[in-house]
């Protein structure tokens, strides 16, 4: 078994799909597949069994698995070891980070970086899912979940208060909320995850009973251009509701946890030159104030 056989065994035992295997190998569906099957052909036994739950490793299966383990170890250890130890001011750094914090910050910190670090080149992947660093899939992660992993290091690079926001249209056509009514009357935006995953629902600590929820969204940049097109009352960070010139509701409310936004990587490579230098630009994104 080569080390790519081993990485197509471990993806798809992980994520016990082929789409979801392929997502994270970045390759297509088929490929996957294919190579799986190989696999099992040349080492003459069934490494997974395919059931209505997905992908799950035969006795083989878990044998093979734990050896592919042992070369991804190694691997990432080579890895370790080479990239701590270059200082050179060029190469590939991988960001992952969400839509709205990449239009907002990472770009604007990328395109300053550009001009003084020109033999960088950044692979940039934004979307809601996360990614694991202890795994290589990413250098630079900017989410906003605190990891609790021992091996990664962390920075804080912002705290925002979550405010209530909408349209100016909205509020001539609709007016305002009163509070502690429920938001009987009006429509909202909201962050799917958050609405589907929670049986008593709030905006900015306000129960939301009363009200329609016009949309649900699947990410934070889709809840402000939702907003900002009308749509309804949605909660975003009130420091990006500024950034898109939204009107504020309730404007001495605020949900009592605030919307953190953390700067994660793997302790082997923040000594790393090229990736040092994009983790200051970054930084020093979100520490400009806001354009709004």
């Given at each position: ?194 609405w589907r995953g929670n049986p008593s629902p709030t905006l900015v600590d306000e129960p939301i009973g009363q009200a329609r ?80």
């Amino acid at each position: 078994m080569n080390w790519d056989d081993a990485r197509m065994l471990l993806a798809l035992s992980r994520e016990r799909t082929l789409r979801r295997a392929a997502r994270v190998l970045r390759v297509d569906q088929a490929t996957v597949g294919r190579r799986v099957a190989a696999l099992e052909a040349d080492l003459g036994s069934t490494l997974f069994l395919r059931t209505p739950v997905g992908y799950q490793l035969t006795a083989s299966g878990e044998l093979a698995a734990e050896l592919a383990q042992q070369m991804e170890r190694a691997a990432l250890e080579l890895a370790a070891r080479l990239q701590g130890t270059d200082n050179e001011l060029a190469g590939e750094v991988r960001i992952a980070t969400t839509d709205s914090l990449a239009c907002d910050f990472v770009l604007p910190a990328l395109a300053q970086l550009q001009q003084s670090h020109p033999q960088i080149r950044v692979i940039l992947a934004s979307g809601s899912e996360l990614v694991n660093l202890s795994q290589r899939e990413t250098d630079i992660a900017i989410r906003n979940l605190r990891p609790d992993n021992p091996d990664l290091v962390l920075r804080k690079l912002a705290s925002w208060s979550l405010g209530l926001f909408a349209s100016d249209s909205y509020v001539q056509r609709c007016g305002e909320p009163g509070e502690g009514e429920g938001f009987n009357g009006h429509e909202l935006v909201v962050y799917e995850p958050y609405w589907r995953g929670n049986p008593s629902p709030t905006l900015v600590d306000e129960p939301i009973g009363q009200a329609r929820v016009a949309l649900a969204v699947g990410s934070n940049l889709m809840l402000r251009r939702a907003i900002a097109s009308g749509l309804g009352i949605g909660e975003i960070p009130i420091e990006l509701g500024e950034r898109d010139g939204l009107r504020r509701l309730w404007p001495t409310r605020a949900r009592r946890k605030p919307y953190e936004v953390w700067l994660v990587t793997h302790q082997d490579l923040r000594h790393t030159a090229r990736v040092r230098v994009v983790i200051e630009a970054l930084v020093r994104a979100f520490a400009m104030p806001s354009a709004g």
